[in-house]
């Protein structure tokens, strides 16, 4: 149902109708990156508790730019909501529609890059990976060495290729 005429002949253009509001620039953006987002009231029904999300939260971050980026109305309200460096670092993990998604692409394609390889787990050579596999048990506790988490990751990604 694409449209729905209106009682005075105008056409209701909702949400999943319209064209996404892209911006011209991501820098642009000039959205906080913490502490509280309140929705306007056309983007979040309800009680006011429901418009308010806590940036610091992931699962609400994700959310509030998912609204804002499928329910804003115009330009101004991207700019005023969201924040460039956090839309780059989540973007992979927003579910948008394929129009909203290809309309930002398309406008920024920085943003359909993949991650950039600084962000993978940081390299182990074998010698750390074969320091890290623990002993067989001899039946006699013995003293065991203790990854940090970031040198686990590493090791389980070099052994994965």
């Not at 306007?40 to 730019?65: T, V």
């Not at 074998?126 to 970031?150: K, M, W, Y």
């Amino acid at each position: 149902m694409p449209y729905v005429a209106a009682r005075d002949g105008r056409q209701q253009r909702g949400p999943t109708n319209r064209a996404p509001s892209v911006p011209d620039r991501l820098d642009d953006l000039h959205g906080h990156s913490v502490g509280l987002l309140e929705l306007p009231k056309h983007m979040a029904s309800g009680h006011r508790s429901r418009r308010i999300l806590d940036l610091e939260d992931p699962a609400q971050q994700r959310q509030a730019y998912q609204t804002v980026l499928c329910q804003a109305a115009d330009c101004c309200e991207i700019n005023d909501l969201l924040n460039p460096g956090v839309l780059r670092r989540i973007w992979r993990h927003l579910h948008l529609p394929a129009k909203v998604r290809s309309e930002w692409e398309a406008r920024h394609p920085a943003l359909a890059q993949p991650a950039l390889a600084a962000e993978e787990a940081p390299a182990v050579d074998a010698a750390e990976l074969a320091a890290a596999r623990l002993p067989q048990p001899t039946g006699r506790r013995t003293r065991v060495d203790r990854l940090t988490a970031a040198q686990m990751i590493g090791a389980r990604t070099a052994s994965a290729r």
